[in-house]
């Protein structure tokens, strides 16, 4: 007990209160219902202040009986964190504000340095969010209030006090709050609406990684006001030409890479020199290669010549190494590859936009061979080549992980 008195003090160790609750919490109704009616329950989610009245009604709810049973005169505008893990038989522990809070990000930057403060282009996301020396147990319903930046998130399931079922949490709850934060960090993304993907993809463009996140606000922005996307072109090209230069001696290096590499920095002198029909004439048909590669790679035997095959097995394996909620987006990118890369085209006209298909079948006259169509390939090529990365990475931070555990 002195021992543990001395570590909490010296913050090892978070402190924990313990409560009984008097009543089960089953979720929050999200429907009106009268009595003998059915209403839905949600059990599981998050919130944070751009819900507005809920958020401030869900915290006024539960975190506020909670804190009203401490009765230690805390107040709702003295929480900077509070986690709070429920057993089936309504014991609660309690944790707030001593907790030191980490998260695990997603770099995108070339390199951080330790102490660097991070800024939005510094990263693509959370990975996971370590609350102290917090444990999730499996069957511990749990609430969490926390912090990031001025907003503040609040993240639940109450799933295993069901009375019914003897329901379990089988997900990481850190990587699940890992990703709402990254949700939350990057929102201006994920909110972008349908209507405004539609008209982003209309005009050829995406939100590329290599992008910084300044020009991605502008291409969201600019869309939403009803304006060319093209007139940014001139900042694109600087934001692209910079990730390249940053990270192509990268690429060459890795041996997957490296042949794709030697046609990238072709094209990309070929569109320094402003000869668009070369750079993009080189670029298109090596972005289709390398995702064949990646595919062969793991599909041994086959040979991919099914290009919504290869789409699918780039885009989903990138989305099962890397949450959605990250700035690679891979299942947006999906779309993109479906309906601009590899868009089709009218075999009776040369006034097709540039695509893989119309380069490989001359479909496309010289005038549609410009700044944005060589941009665009040298973007494209970019997205894949750091997907094909952190999809390796993680492969083999995990194969490490095992050999340590075996």
């Not at 930046?149 to 089988?170: N, T, V």
């Not at 006001?225 to 230069?245: C, F, K, M, R």
């Not at 192509?248 to 072709?266: N, Q, S």
Request: charged residues 25%.
């Amino acid at each position: 007990m002195r021992i543990n008195k001395m570590l909490e003090e010296q913050g090892k160790i978070s402190r924990v209160r313990e409560v009984k609750l008097k009543e089960r919490i089953m979720g929050y109704s999200v429907s009106p219902a009268r009595s003998g009616e059915m209403a839905q329950v949600q059990y599981m989610g998050a919130t944070s202040t751009e819900d507005g009245d809920l958020h401030i009604k869900y915290l006024e709810g539960f975190p506020q009986t909670i804190l009203s049973m401490i009765d230690e005169g805390i107040t709702p505008a003295d929480i900077k964190s509070m986690v709070v893990l429920i057993s089936h038989d309504l014991n609660a522990k309690v944790y707030i504000n001593e907790l030191e809070v980490f998260g695990y990000v997603h770099v995108k930057a070339k390199k951080v340095d330790k102490g660097q403060a991070l800024k939005k282009d510094d990263i693509s996301g959370f990975e996971r969010i370590k609350l102290g020396d917090i444990e999730f147990p499996d069957d511990h319903a749990y609430f969490c209030v926390l912090s990031l930046g001025w907003d503040k998130a609040y993240i639940f399931d109450f799933s295993p006090l069901d009375d019914q079922s003897s329901r379990k949490i089988e997900y990481d709850v850190e990587k699940f709050i890992g990703s709402y934060f990254s949700y939350l960090s990057f929102k201006t993304i994920h909110k972008i609406s349908d209507s405004d993907w539609d008209q982003i993809l209309k005009q050829n463009w995406f939100p590329f990684f290599s992008l910084k996140f300044s020009t991605i606000e502008s291409i969201i922005n600019y869309v939403r006001a009803g304006w060319d996307i093209d007139d940014l072109i001139n900042t694109i090209e600087i934001d692209t030409l910079e990730h390249l230069q940053n990270w192509t001696p990268d690429w060459k290096k890795d041996e997957g890479l490296a042949p794709f590499v030697d046609f990238l920095e072709r094209a990309i002198e070929r569109h320094k020199s402003e000869d668009f029909i070369s750079s993009t004439s080189i670029i298109y048909p090596k972005i289709e290669g390398l995702i064949r590669q990646e595919f062969i790679k793991d599909n041994p035997g086959k040979e991919g010549r099914r290009q919504n095959m290869l789409v699918e097995h780039i885009t989903e394996k990138t989305q099962y190494t890397l949450s959605s909620l990250t700035t690679y987006i891979p299942d947006r990118f999906k779309r993109y590859l479906e309906e601009c890369y590899f868009k089709d085209f009218i075999a009776s006209s040369q006034n097709n936009q540039v695509s893989r298909h119309s380069v490989a079948h001359g479909a496309s006259s010289i005038e549609q061979y410009g700044k944005k169509e060589s941009l665009v390939g040298l973007l494209v090529f970019s997205q894949i080549a750091q997907y094909i990365k952190q999809s390796s990475n993680k492969s083999s931070n995990t194969d490490a992980a095992s050999s340590a555990g075996s």
